[in-house]
């Protein structure tokens, strides 16, 4: 599989961007996530796929929720820890 890289010619704003000359091998391309088996967990990284094909501008209102609902797991897990 080759790679093009973009020339550096940016300003530091923007981000550069790997450009592939073909798609990858879908058996070479590992899932996003798989199930955690933890109902809340997989709900919130099932939220990853709203990004596919969304606005760039709606991806960070996206993983803000994503996160938001990972750390009340994470708050849940630890309250429920013995002292």
Do not use: K
């Not at 099932?46 to 760039?56: F, I, P, R, S, Y």
């Amino acid at each position: 599989m080759s790679e093009h890289r973009e020339e550096p010619s940016h300003t530091p704003e923007q981000e550069e961007v790997l450009v592939l000359d073909e798609a990858p091998d879908p058996d070479t391309v590992l899932p996003v996530w798989e199930p955690t088996g933890h109902a809340n967990v997989d709900a919130a990284l099932e939220g990853l796929h709203a990004l596919d094909g969304a606005d760039v501008a709606e991806h960070a209102v996206h993983l803000d929720a994503i996160e938001r609902s990972l750390r009340e797991v994470l708050d849940g897990l630890a309250e429920d820890e013995p002292a």
